[in-house]
């Protein structure tokens, strides 16, 4: 698995979410909604992601003057080699807790 | 209308507790430690009256420099944290405090929680991102981390008695300093993306500096085993924590660009020609057999003002320069608060170093007269050099960090010089 550890069931979950509509730029508070998790832990999958080359980021300069601009996220191409490899494999049960997998 | 009365309130509430910081100081000072004064012709009361008037120079002086900074703050940053509500505020600090490489993702959350509407989704929002910024792995992992924080406990628990059995005296300056800049090496593995590459050379200087101090304690503790006693368990620990305050502040300081990347060399040359000349003075002072003439007076005259006053202008001259010529008040705060991190071991270091030298040949304190142990120069140099020095002239750092934008030659509209510059009193 590109020399990864097999993720964990949420990030697992993050990387199918994303993997859905590849081209398309996805915002937190979006995947909050969508995977029903925290900030708190749905970032630390983001960062984790991003850390491994998995994750393109953007700012979406387009927002409103009155807000600021904000964070895009979508699968990188090797982000979506590991999609198609999970896809590949039985899904997981989640975890109840999504906890650092190193840095 | 509201943003002018918070401001307002911050300036009134700060001055308050910088008056109600030195009253604190004022009654304990008289209490613990009070006043020797004459029963013939003195009174207790007359004696703090005439302290607590004494007190009330500084005392402005540091209201001063605290309005100054807290109005700075509140134009740069405080009225952007005032306009938004406390999960907001919240996030706003945590982005702050996380390292540069991660803090695009503090920012990240910052801007997602604007799209969050209700106060309880928004603190839920809010305080869920801080755990995961707090819980963000440093670059290296946690093994890295906790090995080095190990390796640093470890070596702080070994320079304790290996101190005290080379010097008496010298372990709990040991203990402390070790610890302090282990603590440092342990935040550094912890933030830093990748290990530093030029190290530059305002941090080089102030590191010598620094090592220069912790040398000369050593000598002189070596030199005068007795000297142990005048650096009790409380001074020891001021000590370490200015000297490795002074190594942190090297360290970790911002970095300018364009015209403020001068300021750190200005506030270092101030610190060198004061404590150069004091030196100079000292020793064109300090003649024997005493001479009495015009010249010596004058000589004499020009050494105690430089002493007694020059702290003043070692951080005011560096501020007021740097600001000046890098139009900021930002600018002319970093010349003053590197005239403050080289100057302290600086002048430290030099006065144990001519204290040990005077003592041999004359047999006298430094500044201080005759007739007293040679260890005695070590608690005075703590209490001068390192507690009245910083006190009575840091004050002096701000005020002329804030005159120098407003010395420089107006910019004028419509100028090449005029489209980058800014308002000396936003910057």
């Given at each position: 698995m590109n020399g990864l550890r097999r993720p964990s069931a949420q990030t697992t979950a993050m990387v199918r979410a994303l993997a859905e509509e590849p081209t398309a730029w996805r915002y937190g508070s979006e995947l909050c909604q969508r995977l029903d998790l925290t900030p708190g832990s749905l970032y630390p999958i983001l960062i984790w992601l991003a850390d491994r080359g998995l994750l393109e980021t953007t700012w979406?300069?387009?927002?409103?003057?009155?807000r600021p601009p904000r964070h895009r996220y979508r699968l990188s191409g090797i982000g979506r080699a590991l999609a198609a490899e999970l896809a590949a494999t039985p899904a997981r049960r989640p975890q109840p807790k999504v906890r650092w997998q190193g840095a | 209308m509201r943003r002018s009365r918070t401001r307002r309130n911050l300036l009134i509430a700060t001055a308050a507790a910088v008056v109600a910081a030195w009253a604190v100081l004022y009654v304990v000072v008289i209490t613990t430690a009070p006043l020797s004064y004459d029963p013939a012709s003195e009174s207790a009361a007359k004696v703090n009256r005439e302290f607590a008037l004494l007190l009330a120079v500084p005392t402005a002086l540091w209201v001063i420099a605290a309005l100054l900074l807290v109005d700075r703050w509140w134009s740069r940053t405080g009225v952007r944290l005032a306009a938004t509500d406390p999960p907001g505020r919240l996030l706003a600090v945590a982005v702050a405090a996380l390292p540069s490489h991660r803090r695009e993702w503090g920012v990240a959350m910052h801007a997602e929680l604007a799209e969050i509407g209700g106060r309880s989704a928004r603190w839920r929002f809010a305080l869920s991102s801080t755990r995961a910024m707090l819980r963000m792995p440093p670059v290296g992992g946690w093994t890295v981390l906790a090995l080095t924080a190990a390796v640093v406990v470890a070596v702080v628990a070994a320079a304790g008695p290996a101190a005290q059995a080379a010097a008496p005296g010298l372990g709990v300056f040991s203990v402390t300093f070790v610890a302090l800049v282990g603590a440092m090496v342990v935040v550094a593995v912890a933030r830093l993306r990748r290990p530093p590459g030029r190290v530059p050379a305002e941090t080089v200087v102030v590191a010598g500096v620094v090592a220069a101090a912790v040398v000369m304690t050593v000598i002189f503790l070596l030199r005068d085993?007795?000297?142990?006693?005048?650096?009790?368990a409380a001074n020891a620990v001021f000590l370490a924590v200015v000297l490795a305050g002074c190594l942190w502040i090297a360290v970790a300081a911002p970095r300018s660009r364009g015209?403020?990347?001068v300021a750190p060399f200005i506030g270092i040359a101030a610190g060198v020609v004061w404590v150069g000349g004091q030196l100079l003075l000292m020793r064109a002072a300090?003649?024997?057999?005493?001479v009495e003439s015009p010249a010596q007076n004058l000589v004499d005259m020009v050494a105690a003002i430089w002493v007694m006053l020059g702290h003043a202008g070692v951080f005011f001259v560096p501020a007021l320069v740097a600001g000046w010529i890098g139009r900021s008040f930002r600018s002319g705060l970093q010349a003053g608060i590197w005239a403050v991190v080289a100057t302290l071991p600086l002048n430290y270091a030099v006065w144990l170093h001519e204290a040990l030298g005077l003592y041999a040949t004359h047999g006298g304190l430094l500044?201080?007269?005759?007739?007293?142990?040679?260890?005695?120069n070590l608690s005075l140099v703590v209490s001068w050099g390192l507690r009245i020095i910083p006190l009575v002239g840091i004050p002096f750092a701000v005020i002329g960090a804030a005159i120098g934008p407003y010395a420089a030659r107006p910019v004028v509209p419509g100028s090449p010089a005029g489209a980058s510059a800014r308002s000396p009193a936003r910057r």
């Open positions: 979406d300069t387009g927002a409103p003057s009155d | 085993p007795a000297a142990a006693r005048y650096l009790p015209a403020g990347r300090s003649v024997e057999p005493p500044w201080f007269g005759d007739g007293a142990p040679e260890g005695e």
